[in-house]
């Protein structure tokens, strides 16, 4: 889901109900994260997005698609997907849609992750048929029967969450996994068939999980969501390393070189009194990534809570001054956030499912309600404005127009 520029963009997913770009103001060190009233509100407009086309998931009953993440190539969305016990990717050019089967998936092992590389497309995801013997799996779309590589089988565990991105001649995979401090990150460097001995990425005494994995110009940048420990006096009896305290999640980031090696101190990219549940990043004006974070905080039960918007770019220093990228102040981009799935449009567009799960789309500082957007989830834009949806349902993909 990496590369971003040519016909396609890639999506980001976040969500609110009120949103004011250009004029949402910056956290400093002073300010409350959970005070959210002195975020501006956009005014209501009329709905300005429409259908333009729709294409039929090819569906065989009673076996309905549930869709993953995201994946873009100059010409095609490839769309992570799982029809039954059968995993594969969706491929569109906007006009058609293909499924391609790479594997069997057993219980709730969720849809590959589709890697573009080249005229390549690698899927990446878990198999087994249990949970003792579940490992990360690599396949080539173009011949999908024989992997090209096989990590080993994981610990036994409740997360699913794992990443990967092409660098060069070569695939870096993380997944979190049990650790005495609660949960680690670790991530093994894939050169054709061989997969190198995992190593540990989040720092000792960093209860981390949910890695995301990005390139920011010569770098790798590692993200994950790391947990506050309860004392413990207050952790529950019976886990495994420290209670975590599910209040107060944020965002952190640990650059790396090629070879895994840390070059930079860890970063906090939001407030550690936030309580992040879902984020990701995407590539915004080369070489630099723009991150959204939801962070679930309410002031009253049911409003929905907030997106945190963070840009990284590479740092002006030279690359071994062990510097590392620079991030700026975490920006307020919405509030009253759903639990959907939103899809973020740079620089200042916003589509998203409210708390009621009713579409809204916020551009230029102006709300409006899209009913092409209740219940769906955006998945992908065209730069000339078109969207890429599907509804509730796993039936279709929709192509959208907004104004």
Do not use: N
């Not at 999506?11 to 009233?37: I, K, Y």
């Amino acid at each position: 889901m990496r590369g971003l520029r040519g016909w396609w963009r890639a999506a980001l997913f976040m969500g609110c109900v009120h949103c004011s770009w250009c004029a949402a103001p910056r956290l400093t060190p002073e300010d409350d994260p959970s005070d959210r009233d002195a975020a501006p509100h956009a005014e209501e407009a009329r709905s300005r997005c429409h259908d333009v086309s729709k294409m039929a998931l090819p569906v065989t009953a009673p076996a309905m698609f549930e869709l993953g993440r995201v994946s873009v190539t100059p010409s095609r969305v490839l769309i992570g997907a799982r029809r039954g016990s059968r995993a594969g990717v969706l491929d569109t050019d906007g006009l058609t849609v293909h499924f391609t089967e790479v594997a069997d998936v057993y219980g709730d092992l969720p849809p590959p992750l589709p890697l573009a590389v080249g005229e390549q497309t690698i899927a990446v995801g878990y198999e087994g048929t249990h949970a003792h013997a579940r490992h990360l799996v690599l396949r080539d779309l173009a011949s999908p029967t024989t992997p090209l590589a096989e990590l080993p089988p994981d610990p036994i565990d409740d997360s699913l969450a794992y990443d990967a991105v092409v660098l060069g001649s070569e695939t870096v995979v993380a997944w979190d996994a049990p650790a005495e401090d609660g949960s680690a990150v670790f991530a093994s460097i894939v050169r054709g068939a061989s997969v190198g001995e995992a190593v540990r990425l989040s720092p000792i005494g960093v209860d981390a999980d949910t890695p995301r994995l990005v390139t920011i110009g010569p770098t790798l940048g590692v993200m994950w969501i790391a947990h506050r420990a309860l004392p413990k006096t207050d952790a529950a009896a019976g886990l495994e390393g420290a209670g975590q305290d599910l209040d107060r999640t944020w965002i952190e980031l640990l650059a790396f070189d090629g070879t895994l090696h840390a070059t930079a101190p860890l970063r906090h990219l939001t407030p550690d009194s936030g309580r992040i549940v879902t984020f990701d990043a995407l590539p915004d004006t080369p070489p630099s990534i723009t991150l959204v974070a939801r962070d679930a905080l309410e002031l009253q039960a049911g409003q929905g809570g907030s997106a945190l918007l963070v840009r990284i770019r590479p740092s002006a220093q030279s690359a071994g001054a062990g510097i590392g990228p620079e991030v700026e102040a975490p920006i307020v981009l919405a509030e009253h956030v759903g639990r959907g799935t939103p899809l973020f449009l740079p620089p200042s567009t916003l589509l998203f499912d409210d708390p009621t799960d009713r579409g809204r789309m916020v551009a230029r500082a102006t709300l409006s309600p899209e009913p092409v957007l209740d219940g769906a989830r955006p998945l992908a834009a065209l730069v000339s404005g078109d969207i890429l949806v599907t509804p509730e349902g796993g039936m279709e993909l929709h192509v959208i127009r907004c104004q």
